[in-house]
């Protein structure tokens, strides 16, 4: 009896493999993290025509929520880095949703300037720590770090490209998020929802979703574990991740 050997599909290196679609990142400064997948995930796309990902690294996001939109959807993703750039539009091509997705490299006060759209949902998994020790490389730094993108920045963009119902949505640690909530209110933001995240139950909040708008409206409060006890993903981050985490 000659049985033929069996072949195992082939490992793809340099990325992160999801459900229908695969991240390459072997370019990019800011890898595939579980920051960027429970924003894509989470983020409210009800009533949504058009989406802007600002920051879009690999395309991670606006490929998670091309998939979770319906075809008539569209999203432009801008990115500063070059090399992020090129291969986020290079996961885009090779998605299954390339006629929904743009990628522009240009810095995201740039696209402001001539731009007249406006946006239904703005999202953005965007630097965070000051200005400190030099880091070795630029575009890590650019990706890590308020330098070429502030704060206030961020919320000034937003601001001019969002619609007048639009919400905003970012992921940024717990206590940096506490600060930008408060420095959005000084810039006439309101906060709508608010996620906190923890690693486990008994563990202390270490990042948060905030959903801003421009229109005054209660604020909703939710907390998510993304582990439990025994380590492994808790029953609600599965829920959360089970369209994209293969064998979930």
Known sequence: ????????????????????????????????????????????????????????????????????????????????????????????????????????????HHFVAPNDDSYDLIVSNPPYFEPAVACRDSARADARYTQKLTHRGLLDCAQRLISDDGRFCLILPYRVG?????????????????????????????????TLTRQKQPEQQAHLVIKNTEGGYSAQFCQLIGDFYLHY
């Open 1 to 108: 009896m000659n049985d033929k050997p069996k072949t195992e599909t082939p490992l793809r290196r340099g990325g992160f493999t999801f459900k229908q679609f695969f991240i390459a990142h072997d370019r990019c400064a800011m890898k595939v993290g579980t920051d960027g997948v429970i924003l894509g995930a989470w983020v409210n796309i009800e009533r949504t025509q058009r989406v802007l990902d600002i920051g879009c690294g690999s395309g991670l996001i606006a490929l998670m929520i091309a998939q979770r939109t319906a075809t008539d959807v569209f999203i432009d993703a801008v990115e500063l880095d070059e090399a992020a750039a090129i291969q986020a539009r290079d996961n885009v091509r090779a998605s299954p949703w390339p006629e929904k997705v743009t990628v522009h490299h240009q810095d995201i």
């Open 178 to 210: 506490e600060n930008f909530q408060q420095q959005a209110r000084q810039q006439g933001w309101y906060s709508a929802h608010r996620l906190t995240i923890s690693d486990r139950d008994d563990t202390a909040n270490h990042r948060m979703i905030l």
